[in-house]
């Protein structure tokens, strides 16, 4: 990534600059084969397993890469804003988390025990290190992704049609909530007007982790499919 500040300058908007950069990673997302199979309903029980226990151990570290960038926002008017966006969406993804955890039938014996694979692993230590080392502006680019692109993945699977008896409907229709959309374009506007104050070396910064946040997101969801764990 060479942080070309080319695309921000033409639109003067940064976060339609940041999609635009990753359109292609966006259309391999959409072809990815766990949200297909969830989409229609034929995922199979041991992928999704694999997947919801690793977002649980996600979460747990998400939810602290929001509190640090909370902390370092410029003034208490964004403080509260932006923890309003994030309390929505985690509040969104624990309920749903807990009817799943049930309905899969893993205990929360079965949480705890449950290692991080290696995207997991390596997806979560970039946030937090981006989060705790990285101005706030940066920060907030580098969490923006696991927003903006599981609203877009939700808006466009619920808009097809619903597949009956589909077992992972509540996991569209989480994703696809208007409450779950308005915690990330709340997050979508105050990462534009962090932007809007950031030197031009700062912009070039922001646009890189977005971008590698967002091939994060791939690379978790294929992990999935595959049932990543450690080689050796």
């Given at each position: 990534?060479?942080?070309?500040?080319?695309?921000?300058?033409?639109?003067?908007?940064?976060?339609?600059?940041?999609?635009?950069?990753?359109?292609?990673?966006?259309?391999?997302?959409?072809?990815?084969?766990?949200?297909?199979?969830?989409?229609?309903?034929?995922?199979p029980p041991e992928v999704?397993?694999?997947?919801?226990?690793?977002?649980?151990?996600?979460?747990?570290?998400?939810?602290?890469?929001?509190?640090?960038?909370?902390?370092?926002?410029?003034?208490?008017?964004?403080?509260?804003?932006?923890?309003?966006?994030?309390?929505?969406?985690?509040?969104?993804?624990?309920?749903?988390?807990?009817?799943?955890?049930?309905?899969?039938?893993?205990?929360?014996?079965?949480?705890?025990?449950?290692?991080?694979?290696?995207?997991?692993?390596?997806?979560?230590?970039?946030?937090?290190?981006?989060?705790?080392?990285?101005?706030?502006?940066?920060?907030?680019?580098?969490?923006?992704?696991?927003?903006?692109?599981?609203?877009?993945?939700?808006?466009?699977?619920?808009?097809?049609?619903?597949?009956?008896?589909?077992?992972?409907?509540?996991?569209?229709?989480?994703?696809?909530?208007?409450?779950f959309a308005a915690g990330?374009?709340?997050?979508?506007?105050?990462?534009?007007?962090?932007?809007?104050?950031?030197?031009?070396?700062?912009?070039?910064?922001?646009?890189?982790?977005?971008?590698?946040?967002?091939?994060?997101?791939?690379?978790?969801?294929?992990?999935?499919?595959?049932?990543?764990?450690?080689?050796?």
């Amino acid at each position: 990534m060479d942080g070309s500040l080319q695309n921000i300058e033409i639109t003067g908007n940064f976060t339609a600059a940041a999609w635009d950069r990753i359109k292609p990673l966006m259309a391999e997302i959409e072809r990815l084969p766990l949200l297909e199979r969830l989409s229609d309903g034929t995922l199979p029980p041991e992928v999704f397993r694999h997947y919801i226990l690793q977002d649980a151990i996600y979460l747990k570290h998400y939810a602290r890469c929001l509190a640090i960038v909370a902390a370092k926002a410029p003034d208490n008017a964004q403080v509260l804003r932006f923890l309003g966006s994030a309390q929505k969406a985690i509040t969104v993804e624990q309920g749903l988390h807990a009817g799943f955890l049930s309905q899969f039938g893993i205990s929360s014996a079965d949480v705890t025990a449950a290692e991080p694979s290696p995207s997991c692993f390596a997806y979560t230590n970039f946030l937090l290190a981006t989060a705790y080392h990285r101005s706030y502006a940066v920060a907030l680019s580098a969490i923006l992704p696991c927003f903006w692109i599981y609203m877009h993945v939700g808006e466009g699977i619920k808009g097809r049609p619903a597949i009956e008896g589909n077992v992972y409907q509540a996991w569209i229709n989480t994703y696809g909530d208007p409450q779950f959309a308005a915690g990330a374009r709340e997050v979508i506007a105050l990462t534009d007007i962090a932007a809007r104050a950031a030197s031009e070396t700062e912009r070039a910064e922001m646009m890189d982790v977005f971008v590698r946040a967002s091939q994060y997101e791939w690379m978790f969801w294929d992990s999935a499919w595959r049932l990543e764990s450690w080689p050796v």
